[in-house]
């Protein structure tokens, strides 16, 4: 008897009888679906975020670009003529002879006492090229002399509406409407009647023209022409679809342990079916079918509902995008494709199970017995290869600033690769508790055992939680490098209770020219206390700029050089504690910026407005670190020493004033002295929204804790539940709840420390490539924090849990119900 069911028939897979018992297969399936459902919610909720997010990911990468014709309208080319040129008239006349139908538009600098400054401009909003530049948001447009529009940011920061009356230059003008450039938003501009700028500083002029036509012309030697420019890179579908691709190769793992676990539970019902001469295509086909189902009802509730998101927010993602946006916009081959992966996921991710299964005797399928699990060396050797490629991969990558498509394609393949080397490698790793186990505990005993026995899910569960480890741990050191850059600084820019007034044409990349511009430094320095004492604050302190930038040469490619230096005059050392003693005649620069004394191919360049010389340079200037110094990248952390300013004659010039509230300042606050700023002809730099490091770094290892812990929460359920048989067993022979406890917290510590081990050992493989020219300056800030959290936070979590909802008694001493 055992012998007739061990064997299946033969001769039931022939042509005439293998599409209806497919067809009955499925059809099974699909009640299977519909009466367990429950059971597959975890799958297929996470297929449903995954297709509902890549869906939205696709819309807000696609369009969080600015389009590539921003700033020439519907035109091809346009030129931009200094407003001084005293052949402008002539020269638009010759456009327009060579050309045809050209568009004007002028610009004059205006200043609104903001670092991004704005301007007054003359524009036809009827002109053939302007339309996609120039909307109406209400009111109307200027049609007379005494008549603006401005934007919405202008009006609200000199607290104007429509119908009121803007105060400039000895001009009254009347609001009659708001307006904007649909695709630049951050465009700060009043717009006036055309004809009604009289001084412009710079006018653009838009027109179409061939290639031809473009190289026969002979353009004014103050301009020169420009196209549109494609974005370089690779296009922000293609990123969406790689995360989106990582995304399904998590959700594929979770998918194969849940697949898994319903092929234990099918497996005597499968059993029976085979004993009835079902084919293994017939078998395997059950669990194939199943995970079809899933992922087609996946892939459709979650397009639902992505579009759903897409469209409701659309209107909003302009406050982020800084241009407006068509809903329509989308790339339909990335959201076909990510449908088409979610059915693909869930299919493959049942077709293991569905293979081993099928594979079973059918005495051994009737009996409920595990399915063995496969040899270790099988993953364990393609894991070691791409462990080495990806690094491999990402060494050769261009790091983070590079705009090569080829660099980014090294670099999305070397975290594919690094990513798939962990995945792989986790059944390696959970069959090394088995060898383990041998010493241990019985209780400790059984759950290693239980891991290598159940090895086909617990490998799978292990592989994502590693994966969400791999994840949070990137985004933790790649966060870690990229602001232990010391070179081009980033971060918060100041803190909450400071600002900085600069004088005319000095914040950072203005060039506004204003009427304060030719008043003497003592009328500034007064003006710069006055806006102080409007806030409340006598902390002033004066910056003096050196007009020159520090820069970083890197195989023949300057790195940095974002901002000119202060001076460390006598006032600005006292105020932050500094014995000038301290200082090295020597010395050329004071930081507090960590690692940058040191870093190789340091140029500090100067003479930058020398047209006869050119710039001049001090290559590796020598640096001495003051911890005392501020850290914010607007703060003067970076200093040209008295003495070599001297040595070098850097034109010392007022750069601006640095200054202090007792208490962080508020939106009015803050508006007020804006408004003041503007009024004296100055501008302001106030906190921005950069994030902090610790705030990047904390926020990335919460994440991926919370996710790998409820990857590891399901894991143990799920083999726990496979495991209530042995727990009945040892229940009835003495076992009380705390050796029930002491194995299920046992298996949540090991896959815990197993996932925290594999994933941040491979994050830091991967980044020590990524950064292996910098190691010393990157990866020299160790997030002490995160790695414990992570190492120790994740086993500790879920040993706990395991422990506390471990100890329950098994209801009965039954076999296993058939379904």
Do not use: C
Not at 59 to 88: E, K, Q, V, W, Y
Not at 189 to 208: H, K, M, Q, W
Not at 708 to 733: F, K, N, Q, Y
Not at 768 to 790: K, T
């Amino acid at each position: 008897m055992s012998t007739a069911l061990a064997l299946r028939p033969a001769g039931m897979g022939t042509a005439d009888g293998d599409g209806p018992a497919r067809r009955a297969v499925a059809r099974w399936a699909w009640r299977l679906f519909r009466h367990e459902w429950r059971q597959q919610l975890l799958v297929l909720s996470l297929l449903t975020v995954a297709v509902a997010a890549s869906i939205l990911g696709a819309a807000i990468g696609t369009n969080t670009p600015p389009p590539a014709n921003a700033g020439f309208g519907t035109a091809n080319h346009l030129i931009t003529l200094p407003g001084s040129d005293r052949h402008l008239t002539a020269d638009i006349a010759a456009l327009k002879a060579h050309f045809g139908t050209v568009d004007v538009i002028e610009n004059a600098s205006l200043a609104t006492g903001t670092v991004q400054g704005a301007q007054l401009r003359s524009q036809d909003p009827s002109g053939p090229y302007e339309h996609p530049m120039l909307a109406l948001v209400s009111g109307r447009y200027p049609s007379g002399a005494g008549e603006v529009a401005m934007t919405s940011q202008l009006a609200s920061t000199f607290s104007l509406r429509i119908g009121g009356v803007w105060q400039q230059g000895g001009h009254s003008r009347r609001v009659v409407g708001l307006v904007e450039n649909p695709q630049n938003l951050l465009d700060n501009f009043v717009l006036v009647a055309p004809g009604e700028l009289t001084a412009p500083s710079e006018v653009t002029v838009l027109f179409d023209a061939t290639p031809a036509s473009a190289a026969a012309y002979t353009f004014p030697n103050s301009a020169t022409p420009q196209i549109p420019q494609p974005n370089q890179g690779l296009s922000p579908a293609v990123v969406v679809g790689a995360f989106a691709i990582f995304g399904l190769i998590f959700i594929a793992l979770v998918a194969t342990a849940g697949f898994t676990v319903m092929a234990q539970r099918r497996l005597r019902a499968l059993g029976i079916l085979s004993s009835l001469g079902a084919t293994d295509r017939n078998v395997g086909l059950v669990m194939i079918a199943n995970g079809a189902v899933v992922g087609t009802v996946a892939a459709l509730i979650g397009a639902v509902l992505g579009f759903a998101a897409w469209i409701a927010y659309a209107p909003h993602i302009a406050a982020s995008a800084h241009h407006r946006v068509v809903w329509t916009n989308l790339p339909w081959w990335l959201i076909a494709a990510a449908m088409a992966l979610a059915v693909m996921t869930a299919t493959l991710a049942a077709r293991h199970p569905a293979r081993a299964v099928a594979r079973i005797p059918v005495v051994a399928a009737l009996s409920g017995r595990p399915v063995p699990p496969k040899a270790v060396h099988r993953s364990a050797v393609p894991a070691i290869v791409l462990l080495a490629a990806g690094p491999v991969l990402l060494a050769s990558s261009g790091g983070l600033g590079s705009d090569s498509g080829k660099d980014l394609l090294f670099l999305l393949g070397g975290m594919v690769a690094t990513a798939a080397g962990v995945l792989l490698l986790a059944p390696l790793a959970i069959a090394v508790l088995a060898v383990i186990a041998n010493r241990t505990p019985i209780a400790v005993r059984l759950a290693l055992r239980d891991l290598a026995r159940y090895r086909a899910r617990s490998g799978a569960a292990l592989a994502a939680a590693s994966f969400a480890v791999l994840l949070a741990m990137l985004t933790v050191l790649l966060a870690t490098g990229r602001y232990a850059d010391a070179v081009d600084y980033v971060g918060p820019n100041l803190p909450a209770n400071q600002f900085v007034v600069y004088t005319p044409g000095n914040a950072p990349g203005s060039s506004i020219a204003s009427s304060a511009g030719d008043q003497s430094p003592a009328v500034l320095h007064s003006r710069a206390i006055a806006i102080a004492a409007s806030l409340g604050s006598h902390d002033v302190l004066p910056l003096e700029g050196s007009n020159a930038v520090l820069a970083q040469d890197t195989n023949g490619r300057m790195h940095g050089g974002n901002g000119q230096l202060y001076i460390a005059t006598p006032a600005l050392l006292r105020h932050y504690g500094i014995d000038p003693r301290a200082i090295s005649p020597a010395t050329v620069l004071i930081t507090s910026r960590q690692g940058l004394a040191g870093t190789p191919g340091l140029e500090l360049v100067y003479g930058l407005g020398g047209a006869a010389t050119g710039p001049l340079t001090v290559k590796n200037p020598k640096i001495q670190f003051f911890s005392k110094l501020p850290t914010d990248t607007t703060d003067p952390n970076l200093l040209v020493t008295t003495n070599a300013a001297h040595r070098l004659r850097l034109p010392v010039s007022p750069g601006g004033w640095l200054i202090q509230t007792a208490r962080p300042l508020t939106s009015p606050q803050i508006n007020a002295a804006r408004q003041l700023a503007a009024a004296v002809g100055v501008t302001i730099e106030t906190k921005s929204e950069t994030p902090t490091l610790d705030e990047l770094r904390n926020w990335a290892a919460a994440a991926g804790i919370l996710l790998a812990l409820g990857v590891l929460a399901m894991t143990i359920g799920l083999i726990r539940s496979e495991a209530t048989p042995d727990l009945r067993s040892l229940t009835a022979s003495g076992a009380n709840s705390r050796i029930r406890r002491a194995i299920t917290g046992t298996t949540g510590a090991a896959l815990g420390l197993l996932a925290a081990l594999l994933g941040t050992g491979a994050a830091y493989l991967a980044t020590a490539a990524f950064f292996r020219n910098q190691l010393s300056e990157r990866m020299s800030h160790v997030p002490v924090l995160d790695l414990l959290l992570i190492l120790v936070g994740i086993p500790l979590a879920a040993a706990a849990g395991s422990w506390l909802f471990g100890g329950r008694q098994p209801p009965v001493i039954a076999r296993q119900p058939l379904e």
